[in-house]
C-alpha cells in the first residue's frame, strides 16, 4: 500500500463539507441577485437565476468527484464554472444598454 503525498489525502477533515457550502452559498447569492434583477429587468435576470442552477449542480457533481482524485476533471469544472460566470455578467453588462460607465 502506498502513501498519498498530499497530506489532505490522509485526513480530509471537513474539506469537503467547507467546499460543498461555498458552492451552494455562491448558487445561492446568484439566485437571491437574479430574483433581485427580475424586478427590474427579467432579460438579464433570467440568465443569473439558470447560472444559480449551474453552479450549484456543478458544485453537488464537484463533491461526488473529489474523493476520485479528478484531477483534470477538477480543473475542467472550474474552468467551465469560470466561464459561464464570466458570460453572464458580460450579458448582464450588455442587456443593460449603458455599460460600466452608466447611460449616454
Known sequence: ??????????????????????????ASAFAALGGAMLKTNPAAGLPVLATSALIWKLGRRAR??????????????IT???????LVALATVLSSGGGPFGHR
Open 1 to 26: 500500500m502506498t502513501r498519498p503525498d498530499d497530506r489532505e489525502d490522509l485526513d480530509p477533515g471537513l474539506a469537503g463539507e467547507r467546499t460543498e457550502l461555498a458552492w451552494t452559498r455562491t
Open 80 to 86: 467551465v464554472v469560470v466561464v459561464a460566470v464570466s
Open 64 to 77: 461526488r468527484t473529489a474523493g476520485a482524485h479528478a484531477g483534470s476533471g477538477r480543473l475542467l469544472l
